[in-house]
């Protein structure tokens, strides 16, 4: 069975940081390129930070230079550290594969406030 568990947001203010972390299990984790999404009120979900298998990554133009997607295959694991938050980041934070995506974990919020 897959599952997916995001962790690691909250509320913070503007110019903060946070770190995501993402558990999976019941993936060939190690061959699928995962990503992170968010989900603002009102808006379609959408991919912001992507890792592939060899950890190539890539970034919506909105959040280069400011997020960094990392893996740690042996730990079925995906982080994403986020740097000078703004409060358009604000959203629900999920991870999932980029192709054929599984069922989405509950995601986890991140505030970030004026």
């Known amino acids: 069975q897959v599952q997916l568990v995001e962790s690691g947001g909250g509320l913070v203010q503007t110019g903060g940081s946070l770190r995501l972390s993402c558990a999976a299990s019941g993936v060939l984790f190690s061959f699928n390129a995962m990503g992170w999404y968010r989900q603002a009120p009102g808006k379609q979900r959408e991919l912001v930070a992507s890792i592939a298998s060899g950890s190539r990554t890539n970034y919506a133009d909105s959040v280069k230079g400011r997020f960094t997607i990392s893996r740690d295959n042996a730990k079925n694991m995906v982080y994403l550290q986020m740097n000078s938050l703004k409060p358009e980041d604000t959203a629900v934070y999920y991870c999932?594969?980029?192709?054929?995506?599984?069922?989405w974990g509950q995601g986890t919020q991140v505030t970030v406030s004026s």
């Open positions: 999932n594969r980029v192709v054929s995506q599984v069922d």
